[in-house]
């Protein structure tokens, strides 16, 4: 690689990995706060899967309850939240014709509350994913991380920070975001919280 090549390969993976794994556990926090029966949930696998040690890589495949959250979090608050590709050609998708150069939008916000595959939809419930409900539902029904041949590349990295940070953090830590504090998603080229996320931190 040239410098330059190196200098942008460093710069895509700051910029693409840090923010959105950042807003995917501000969101979660703020949902775990406004469940407390997921929030028992999620304590009680803690205990029972790590007692009083903190996790590890090799935990992770245990941490189920965990994951679920994260994923039902990244359902509801997907840090990507839309992601749009530009026509290079004439074509016809779903009987609609679609001009060279017009720009195509996909929507994970509205695909991710499709109530065909998410009964409740609005609903924050982590169980739904239990037994393997990705295999389930079609392919882009639900993409936080995108697909295609422009899948997230830090996709695996990604759920595993997610799953170690929560299960890290929550094992001590309780972050609560009170009602009043409850921020409204603002849908810039990420899904922020608009004005920040504020919280409290309770010690267990
Ligand atoms: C929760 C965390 C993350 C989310 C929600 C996320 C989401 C996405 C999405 C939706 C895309 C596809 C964009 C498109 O198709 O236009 C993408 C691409 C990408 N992501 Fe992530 N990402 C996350 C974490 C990361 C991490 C941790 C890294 C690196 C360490 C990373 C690096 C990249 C790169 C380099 C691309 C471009 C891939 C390509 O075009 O070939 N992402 N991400």
Not at 135 to 142: C, G, H, L, N, T
Not at 163 to 186: E, G, I, M, S, Y
Not at 187 to 194: G, V
């Amino acid at each position: 690689m040239t410098d330059e090549q190196l200098r942008d390969e460093a710069f895509i993976l700051f910029v693409a990995g840090h923010e959105t794994t950042a807003l995917a556990l501000s969101w979660s926090w703020m949902l775990l706060s406004q469940h407390p029966e997921a929030w028992a949930k999620l304590r009680a696998e803690l205990d029972h899967v790590l007692g009083d040690r903190p996790p590890t890589l090799a935990d992770v495949p245990a941490l189920r309850y965990t994951d679920w959250v994260a994923h039902e979090s990244m359902r509801l608050y997907p840090p990507a939240w839309s992601i749009g590709r530009e026509a290079l050609e004439d074509l016809e998708l779903g009987g609609v014709a679609v001009p060279r150069g017009a720009q195509l939008w996909m929507f994970q916000w509205a695909a991710h509350r499709d109530a065909r595959y998410f009964p409740r939809p609005e609903a924050f419930e982590p169980e739904r994913w239990d037994g393997d409900l990705l295999k389930k539902i079609p392919r882009f029904a639900y993409f936080p991380f995108g697909g295609g041949p422009r899948l997230c590349i830090g996709n695996n990295f990604a759920m595993l920070e997610l799953v170690l940070v929560l299960a890290t953090l929550a094992r001590r830590w309780r972050p609560v975001v009170r009602p009043a504090d409850r921020p409204r998603p603002q849908f810039s080229i990420t899904l922020r919280p608009a004005g920040g996320m504020r919280a409290t931190l309770q010690r267990r």
